[in-house]
């Protein structure tokens, strides 16, 4: 009983998963501080409206944080949102564009969404039918990280 969640019927190493799990937390909360200091320190003629988009893109990638951390806390471990290792854990990396060009950070979010969009592919093949509920949640995160990327080429169309 004090499993929760997890039954015998669990197909995987319940402590890959979370451990699985805790490098998506922290994928998002560098994401999430990447929108986050490239809203606040964006330029320039079109500033407004990158802005905008990368501050929503990071109230987004937060969102995904917390769900993820959730998922660890029900398969019984403890979200790691330790800052001194976040970096470390992330796929992608924090970047800040020494003059604040619209055009490099839309770059940089875009190539660091590809990223996501791939090892989050990769995961919900790795994951399976052996934990549909994992499986799920990282789909629609999935999901979310392909409309960003999506939105990012759309402003680089526009910003060019």
């Given at each position: ?11 995987l190493d319940q402590e890959k998963v979370i451990s699985v799990l ?139």
């Amino acid at each position: 009983m004090a499993q929760g969640p997890v039954t015998e019927t669990y197909g995987l190493d319940q402590e890959k998963v979370i451990s699985v799990l805790n490098d998506v937390v922290a994928t998002e909360v560098v994401c999430w501080l990447r929108y986050t200091r490239h809203a606040i320190s964006a330029t320039g003629i079109d500033r407004a409206q990158v802005a905008a988009e990368f501050t929503e893109h990071a109230a987004q990638e937060m969102a995904h944080a917390m769900r993820a951390a959730e998922r660890v806390s029900q398969l019984g471990g403890q979200p790691d949102f330790d800052p001194t290792s976040l970096a470390r854990r992330a796929h992608t990396e924090y970047t800040t564009p020494a003059d604040h060009d619209l055009k490099a950070m839309l770059e940089q979010n875009l190539l660091a969404e590809r990223i996501v969009i791939s090892s989050y592919q990769e995961i919900a093949r790795w994951l399976g039918n052996h934990d549909p509920t994992t499986r799920r949640l990282i789909e629609s995160i999935l999901e979310e990280e392909e409309e960003h990327a999506d939105d990012l080429v759309d402003l680089l169309g526009a910003a060019i």
